[in-house]
């Protein structure tokens, strides 16, 4: 995973702060009709632990799973969510068929993390195989780095988009995974004709209520020394988008893809 390489850290406190905003009715409403009281559910790539929760609260009668590379994310998680059906492991996510057994989860789901993954199709074939027959796998990501709406609209935070892009595929992660999960999925064998699943494509509006932050860390170095940004002009989009979560009524919404594959019986 891209987390894995120390180009970023899970438990980084920008990235915390903005993955707690996620919550299953935002991230997950595509899957949620679908559950079931007595599901076990595993949430790859759990982070600090939201959606696992919500999910947990959704079905009373069954299991949840929250699974996360770092193990200090995974642990402030568990601190602050606790539940009877719910718990939470540090663990690969892109070698799961090492971790559990086949058949393992009635719903396999994952927001936001595939497009971290080395090998994504290696990753959909071990979801596959921990599936139930009968379950589900979801799979929700960006469908690429468009800003759909900018309110308040600030120059500076679109100057620097590209820039933001460029460090995401630098920390080895695809932006445009939302573009080829289904072409993933086929690849994994999902849609083979003696399996018989049935995979639903969908897109929706993802509502970002707060800012990830300004770029940090060696690969801003990397950008100020190719003159390609400036100390300066990273000052500037940080107080930007302080600015932006500052003013009444602040929107940030990018565009969504989501994948159901309903494994047969």
Same mark, same amino acid.
């Given at each position: 995973?891209?987390?894995?390489?120390?180009?970023?850290?899970?438990?980084?406190?920008?990235?915390v702060k903005?993955? @707690?905003?996620?919550?299953?009715?935002?991230?997950?409403?595509?899957?949620?009709? !679908?559950?079931? /009281?007595?599901?076990?559910?595993?949430?790859?790539?759990?982070?600090?632990g939201g %959606?696992?929760?919500?999910?947990?609260?959704?079905?009373?009668?069954?299991?949840?799973?929250?699974?996360?590379?770092?193990?200090? %994310?995974?642990?402030?998680? $568990?601190?602050?969510?606790?539940?009877?059906?719910?718990?939470? @492991?540090?663990?690969?996510?892109?070698?799961?068929?090492?971790?559990?057994?086949? #058949?393992?989860?009635?719903?396999? !789901?994952?927001?936001?993390?595939?497009?971290?993954?080395?090998?994504?199709?290696?990753?959909?074939?071990?979801?596959?195989?921990?599936?139930?027959?009968?379950?589900?796998?979801?799979?929700?990501?960006?469908?690429?780095?468009?800003?759909?709406? *900018?309110?308040?609209?600030?120059?500076? %935070?679109?100057?620097?988009?590209?820039?933001?892009?460029?460090?995401?595929?630098?920390?080895?992660?695809?932006?445009?995974?939302?573009? !080829?999960?289904?072409?993933?999925?086929?690849?994994?064998?999902?849609?083979?004709?003696?399996?018989?699943?049935?995979?639903?494509?969908? @897109?929706?509006?993802?509502?970002?209520?707060?800012?990830?932050?300004? %770029?940090?860390? /060696?690969?801003?170095?990397? *950008?100020?020394?190719?003159?390609?940004?400036? $100390?300066?002009?990273?000052?500037?989009?940080?107080?930007?988008?302080?600015?932006?979560?500052?003013?009444?009524?602040?929107?940030?919404?990018? *565009? #969504?893809?989501e994948m159901?594959?309903?494994?047969?019986?």
């Amino acid at each position: 995973m891209a987390y894995q390489d120390g180009h970023l850290g899970g438990d980084d406190p920008n990235i915390v702060k903005f993955y @707690e905003s996620r919550r299953a009715e935002s991230c997950c409403h595509y899957l949620l009709p !679908h559950l079931k /009281p007595s599901y076990s559910i595993l949430d790859v790539g759990c982070g600090p632990g939201g %959606i696992t929760s919500d999910l947990a609260g959704l079905v009373p009668h069954g299991k949840v799973l929250g699974i996360d590379l770092s193990p200090e %994310i995974v642990a402030q998680a $568990a601190m602050k969510y606790q539940a009877p059906n719910l718990s939470f @492991e540090a663990g690969d996510a892109e070698i799961l068929d090492e971790k559990f057994p086949e #058949a393992s989860f009635d719903v396999v !789901h994952a927001h936001m993390s595939l497009l971290h993954f080395k090998d994504p199709v290696k990753a959909l074939k071990a979801w596959y195989r921990i599936c139930k027959p009968g379950g589900i796998i979801a799979c929700r990501n960006g469908k690429n780095f468009d800003i759909i709406s *900018l309110k308040p609209d600030l120059p500076v %935070i679109r100057k620097t988009w590209p820039l933001n892009e460029d460090w995401m595929k630098w920390r080895g992660s695809d932006p445009e995974a939302g573009l !080829h999960k289904e072409e993933w999925a086929r690849e994994a064998g999902w849609l083979d004709e003696q399996r018989g699943g049935k995979l639903v494509m969908s @897109e929706s509006r993802q509502v970002h209520p707060i800012p990830m932050g300004a %770029i940090t860390g /060696p690969f801003l170095d990397v *950008l100020i020394k190719e003159g390609r940004t400036s $100390a300066e002009e990273m000052v500037r989009l940080d107080q930007a988008w302080k600015e932006w979560e500052a003013t009444e009524g602040h929107e940030f919404v990018t *565009l #969504a893809s989501e994948m159901l594959y309903f494994k047969t019986k």
